[in-house]
């Protein structure tokens, strides 16, 4: 391992002391200061490809690179530390802002390379470099300035034109044979050394021309062909400057100053160039994820037995799923384009209105319903729905809604619920003809040690026909067929009534009930069995469930056209997170259990049922005061007369 390694970091330096002493070739006004500096570019690049920790291999071979030039050891020393801690600052900022060797993948990315790598670090490097010679006596002062700018801009050069090259081939190596991409580069390089002739030969001494073949590559192929032309530019401006001609050469300038020209022209060329084939290439990459999601969605959506559709607030619809056609037998174009309530059965198009309405109300929430939809042969299928709001997504803009048929689940529920309320039927008249038989008894001499157990008799079949009527009741709300024979009565009286009826439960509780209403008469026009049956399980309920010697409230308070009961207890209130259930059909909350096993969890849902049926609303509060009690408040309409 230890072998492995010291080759490595040998090989390294080994290829950093060659392009060292080729950059310095170069050198004009400093032997060891050089406006073409491609170990800058190798250094960033060996660093970030091999890891930061095989620093030695650079501070070596740039040592080697100075000593054998025309420095001191204190001079290579000096000169050597710069270029290392370049190449290390350079790696570590672009692997924390700029995704390390893959930086060239997004146009982002490049900028943050070019800054970071192409024009930070290298200061260092400059300054330490020539204060270095200037210390040295190596460096006249009157050169510094000029010195360190060479120096700074063949770092940058190195940074941008070399080290992109590197990382590109080593981090996408493989190459597919295309004949036609083939034929393709070959004809944009043979336009590039046409372009070259141009410039170089002066017939059209024009650099800027470079700008259409690498905007061709740039558009047509990946990133590093754009950098293996740009690198090739490169070279052969180097060397064409070197021989006293090209774009970048005149009399009156000096060699140096002519590699500053180049040098700048080209940071230009491989940071815009770069940066436009990284654009292109990220968006090429998006579009392909694009379209393969696209081609996902339409499987999912194709392949699906739910319909997909989207529409505007209004339900015109702008997109059906092809599964439409399986379950309502209509083909996409003979929806598109329609209005969706059309295709809702009469009775439920209201309701479906007014969910539409909900969800344009609510768009974090998904809206769940149910209806009846036309089929294309006149029947009708019962289907469930679920819309959500993206019409603020950029990217769909409207109401989606997928629904899937229902149809026996509905037939089973009907069943279900046939069957529910014929048992209920049976038991109801044994249960009752029981009921009769043990009150007539109670009329007569018991025995001795049967009384106690004809009375626990008795209250289990009271409690059994309650649950027997709470259960037709039930079926009868969920058939829409409720018993209704609404008359005109006074709230007020009935809440009394209720309250005296319960008086013993009460008592034996120790429980204090008041109540109060703001007018001594409110005329209502209700069915009073439902308001019974409502009044008594609040009032009951609330007895249960307070603690002996607890005080229940209850309030009654009139507002415009609308009658308020309020009840409030100090019992063992309800648990924040099952309070959403609360009202659902057969749910009891946990602490409910505990103080009473026997209960069917319907009695609340009875009493919403019943209040909405009226047009009015329940509301709960729980806990109400010291993490206790509960309140439920019931808003009847009311009009004048006492009519609803």
């Known amino acids: ?21 080729i950059g310095l070739a170069f050198a004009s006004i400093n032997p060891s200061t050089s406006a073409i500096w491609p170990p800058t570019g190798i250094a960033i690049a060996t660093l970030l490809i091999f890891g930061v920790h095989r620093w030695p291999a650079i501070l070596a071979g740039a040592f080697l690179v100075n000593i054998t030039t025309a420095g001191s050891i204190l001079g290579a020393t000096g000169i050597a530390t710069g270029n290392t801690l370049e190449a290390i600052i350079a790696t570590t900022l672009v692997n924390r802002y700029a995704k390390g060797m893959y930086a060239f993948e997004r146009p982002r990315n490049v900028v943050w390379f070019t800054v970071l790598a192409g024009m930070v670090a290298p200061l260092l490097s400059a300054t330490i470099g020539t204060l270095t010679l200037a210390y040295t006596g ?7 300035a000029q010195a360190w700018l060479t120096w700074w801009f063949g770092d940058m050069g190195g940074a941008v034109v070399l080290a992109p ?32 002739y141009l410039v170089f030969s002066g017939m059209f001494p024009f650099p800027y021309f470079f700008i259409l073949p690498l905007i061709w590559s740039a558009f047509r192929f990946d990133l590093r062909e754009t950098a293996t032309l740009i690198l090739i530019l490169a070279i052969i401006s180097v060397r064409t400057t070197m021989q006293g001609v090209g774009p970048f050469v005149t009399d009156t300038i000096s060699i140096n100053q002519a590699f500053l020209r180049l040098q ?14 990284s654009v292109v290439t990220d968006r090429s990459k998006a579009n392909r994820n694009l379209a393969i999601r696209e081609q996902l969605f339409k499987a999912l959506i194709e392949k699906s037995n739910d319909v997909v559709v989207l529409v505007d607030i209004t339900s015109l619809v702008s997109y059906i799923s092809p599964s439409v056609q399986k379950l309502l037998g209509y083909a996409p174009t003979e929806v598109i384009g329609k209005v969706g309530f059309s295709f809702i059965h009469p009775d439920d198009r209201k309701m479906a209105e007014h969910d539409l309405l909900r969800v344009l109300k609510n768009p974090n929430d998904a809206i769940v319903a149910q209806y009846r939809m036309r089929k294309k042969d006149g029947s009708w299928l019962w289907v469930e729905t679920t819309g959500r709001n993206l019409l603020m997504n950029p990217a769909v803009g409207a109401v989606v809604i997928n629904f899937r048929d229902i149809t026996e689940r509905k037939e089973l529920e009907a069943a279900k619920d046939d069957f529910l309320m014929t048992a209920a039927h049976q038991l109801r008249a044994p249960l009752t003809a029981m009921r009769w038989n043990l009150e007539s008894m109670f009329g007569h001499e018991i025995p001795k040690g ?20 709470e259960l037709l009741d039930i079926a009868h709300i969920i058939q829409g067929k409720l018993p209704n024979t609404p008359e005109e009565f006074d709230l007020v009286a009935r809440i009394k009534k209720q309250i005296a009826e319960n008086e013993d439960f009460s008592k034996r509780k120790k429980i204090t009930v008041t109540f109060a209403a703001d007018r001594p008469k409110i005329p209502v026009y209700i069915d009073p069995k439902h308001a019974i049956d409502v009044i008594n399980n609040l009032i009951s309920n609330a007895i249960k469930y307070s603690e ?28 924040p997170a099952e309070q959403g259930k609360l009202f659902t059909k057969f749910f009891r909350a946990s602490n409910a259990r505990e103080v009473d096993a026997q209960g069917t969890g319907l009695g609340l849902f009875i009493v919403k049922s019943y209040v909405e049926g009226w047009g009015g609303t329940v509301h709960l509060t729980s806990p109400v005061t010291n993490k206790k009690g509960t309140k439920i408040a019931i808003t009847i309409p009311i009009k004048k007369g006492g009519k609803i």
């Open 548 to 575: 002996n010697g607890s005080t229940i409230t209850i309030g009654v308070l009139t507002t415009g056209d609308t009658a308020t009961m309020t009840i409030t207890d100090a019992g063992i209130g309800i648990p």
């Open 450 to 469: 049967c009384k106690g157990k004809l009375e626990s008799m008795y209250a289990n079949n009271q409690q059994m026909i309650k649950a027997v009527n």
């Open 1 to 21: 391992m230890f072998v492995r390694e010291l080759a490595l970091l040998v090989v390294l330096g080994c290829i950093y002391f060659v392009f060292g002493k």
């Open 165 to 196: 090259f590197i990382l590109l081939w080593y981090t996408h190596p493989g190459i597919q044979i295309n004949l036609k991409k083939t034929g393709e580069f070959i004809l944009l390089f043979i336009f590039f050394i046409f372009i070259c």
């Open 264 to 277: 700048i022209f080209m940071i230009i060329v491989s940071v815009t160039k770069l940066t436009v084939s």
């Open 138 to 144: 190596q460096l006249p002062m009157s050169l510094y």
